[in-house]
């Protein structure tokens, strides 16, 4: 079975504070995604990437950064925490572009206080 | 950009009860087509998918989506709910150049 692990599954930060999150895939996927889901907005895609090295904005990439040195690894990068920022935020990765699906991690809730 | 509404936010029903969700995109060309489903406390699973060939796809649990290209349309069905079909459903599309655009959800809550 495809494993995308997210390194947390619950985080509280601090207004300001640089936040990482982190997520590793162990099926040698091309791509990975970020997205955040909040109630009523479903999940929203924040960063992408189709390679090592490689990263494209989503739909709502401000405030937020990504890096991908590795290719089981995807992490996301809050430069300076807000309390919009709140929010459930979910790895995934897939094999191809088309023609598949998108597996998930469990998620990672984070709180900006 | 690809864009995909789901009809209900919030779904009731008894146990037993037909279920039916809408969901609807905005692409015209070829998409594939998901419905992922979040159950309370875990990660987003798959319950079925589309790329190509018949319409009509059958999923786990006893789920079934149908796809009609002219309405883009890919509503997802279940003939007799369980309590344990509680959870959040989303409906998801790709197509060549889009990536996974997800829908708002629906929360269907199955009563005992």
């Known amino acids: 079975d495809v494993k995308v692990t997210q390194s947390s599954r619950y985080l509280v930060k601090r207004t300001g504070e640089k936040v990482f999150l982190e997520c590793v895939q162990d099926?040698?996927?091309?791509?990975m995604f970020w997205y955040r889901q909040d109630p009523g907005l479903g999940l929203r895609l924040i960063y992408f990437s189709y390679d090592v090295k490689m990263k494209e904005k989503g739909d709502i990439p401000e405030g937020y950064s990504v890096s991908r040195e590795k290719k089981e690894r995807f992490s996301l990068i809050l430069e300076s925490a807000s309390t919009n920022q709140t929010s459930m935020y979910l790895c995934?990765?897939?094999?191809?572009?088309?023609?598949?699906?998108?597996?998930f991690g469990q998620g990672t809730r984070l709180t900006v206080v | 950009a690809q864009s995909v509404s789901q009809h209900n936010h919030h779904v009731i029903l008894s146990e037993a009860a037909s279920l039916e969700l809408g969901c609807n995109y905005s692409?015209?060309?070829?998409?594939?087509l998901f419905w992922y489903v979040q159950y309370p406390g875990q990660h987003l699973q798959l319950l079925l998918k589309?790329?190509?060939?018949?319409?009509l796809v059958k999923g786990i649990k006893g789920f079934e989506a149908e796809f009609i290209k002219s309405k883009f349309s890919f509503n997802l069905r279940k003939p007799s709910v369980q309590w344990s079909d509680t959870a959040e459903y989303f409906c998801a599309v790709n197509s060549y150049g889009q990536n996974f655009v997800f829908g708002p959800g629906t929360r269907l809550s199955v009563l005992p």
């Open positions: 589309y790329f190509s060939g018949d319409p």
């Open positions: 995934a990765s897939s094999p191809t572009v088309l023609n598949t699906e998108a597996f």
């Open positions: 692409y015209g060309g070829t998409v594939n």
């Open positions: 099926m040698d996927h091309e791509n």
